[in-house]
């Protein structure tokens, strides 16, 4: 252990479980320890790298940024708030956008608005809106965001949790109509890809069907693409691949290519224009700094298509790996570039990911005996054989 690992150790939190690696630098889609050993990083921060480390547009755009102004009180109008909220607006074909900064804010977000819509716009009777959430989902970590979690170490001893989720299996069609009979339902909020629960992709056709059956409800309908959007899952948004737009829509992570930390919530301007001035807000939502990177982000997915290249690397990917799977590598699942192996019960994940590790291979396990694997979407076909025979090698030696 060196000393940066025994620093952490001392003085911060353990809340994490970590590899036995200390980052000091990174580029592209490599990172580096102490002694300059290079890793390829197939977590991305959970992620939130799809450009690729310390990418030179967004270095640039930051530096320039932070040599005039960093951050505005919303008290006050700023250029690059105004700016920013044209572009992804324009863009996504939404009217308002409400900007916080982590995707569980963006979350916390979504709940409050979709309550305000309830008793204001809806009509259900004080105190007695539900929002529909799906079993196995990530929201966050925050009190809001565990109280509908079917996670058992999620919300294990945080009680009292908050009321008003009802959860119904995901990808389940006629579980979400069924639940839709109730009059005090206001929104279904679902992952259009369960990324922590091992990244479990529905059946084609499921979102715009739940989506359709919530409009016939009344209800809202709020995709969660904190983690697909941004080219992850291979198309700009997940949602992309049924032609769907949600009433509400949450993006994060990758908006800024892991700059900083901006998270936002789109929709129409009757949703967003219901929470008004004292009822919600963020020091940090919004700010100039952050708002310059995340155009420059969102103009390099597009510009060196990195949804494209994550849609066809994606599927060099599983196709690889569907060729090695055997009796303890039981699948491999995904899209674009955000994708897990799921492995038999007996398989120890972490040492699976220490093995890649000591491989030169950054990954780590997630829920359901899965170990997930999100590189950074600027990729290379070569680059992505090399990873693969770390991963296959390692699959092997099971």
């Known amino acids: ?41 197939f977590l991305s921060g959970y992620s939130v790298i799809n450009q690729g480390h310390c ?35 324009t863009k996504l074909g939404y009217e308002k956008v409400l900007p916080m900064n982590t995707g569980a804010e963006a979350t916390e977000t979504a709940i409050k608005l979709a309550r305000k819509y309830a ?51 995901f990808n389940d069609v006629f579980a979400a109509q069924n639940i839709l009979q109730d009059p005090t339902i206001c929104a279904i909020l679902v992952e259009p890809i369960q990324g922590e629960a091992g990244v479990f992709v529905p059946d084609e056709g499921y ?5 359709d059956l919530c409009k016939q409800a009344n ?22 691949y049924e032609d769907l737009k949600p009433d509400l829509l949450l993006l994060g992570k990758a908006i800024t290519g892991g700059v900083t930390a901006l998270s936002v919530v789109l929709g129409s301007s ?4 219901l929470l008004k001035p004292g009822m919600h807000g963020s020091t940090y939502g919004g700010n100039p700094l952050t708002c310059a990177i995340a155009i420059e982000a969102i103009k390099i997915v597009e510009e060196e298509k990195l949804a494209q290249n994550a849609f066809e690397i994606g599927k060099l ?28 019960e007996a398989v120890d994940t972490t040492h699976f990911c220490h ?34 025979k770390i991963i296959i090698a390692t699959i092997k030696k099971l």
Not at 207 to 211: D, R
Not at 319 to 336: F, H, M, W
């Open 207 to 211: 979102l715009k069907k739940v989506n």
């Open 119 to 169: 008793y204001e716009i809806k009509g259900v009777p004080a105190n007695q809106a539900k929002i529909v959430v799906m079993n196995n989902n990530f929201m966050g970590r925050t009190l809001g965001a565990i109280s509908g979690s079917t996670d058992y170490y999620s919300y294990h001893n945080f009680g009292p949790l908050t009321g008003g989720f009802v959860n119904i299996p």
């Open 270 to 273: 009757e949703i967003i224009s």
């Open 1 to 41: 252990m060196d000393k940066y690992a025994q620093l952490e150790q001392q003085y911060c939190s353990q809340n994490y479980e970590r590899l036995p690696v200390t980052i000091i630098r990174g580029q592209g889609i490599y990172l580096y320890d102490t002694l300059n050993k290079q890793y390829f990083d």
């Open 55 to 89: 990418h030179p547009r967004l270095i640039q755009v930051a530096t320039e940024q932070l040599n005039k102004l960093t951050l505005c009180s919303r008290s006050f109008y700023n250029d690059k708030l105004a700016e920013f909220s044209e572009f992804i607006c």
């Open 219 to 240: 209800v809202l309908f709020i995709a969660d693409e904190i983690q697909s959007g941004i080219g992850r899952s291979g198309k700009f948004l997940a949602c992309d």
């Open 355 to 388: 093995e890649l590790f000591h491989q030169g291979l950054l990954a780590k396990p997630t829920r359901n005996n899965a170990v997930r694997f999100t590189p950074p979407l600027s990729i290379k076909k070569d680059e992505m054989f090399e990873a693969l």
């Open 317 to 344: 990917f599983r196709e690889e790996i569907s060729n090695q799977l055997n009796e303890k590598a039981k699948a491999v699942r995904g899209k674009g570039l955000l994708n897990a192996i799921a492995f038999e």
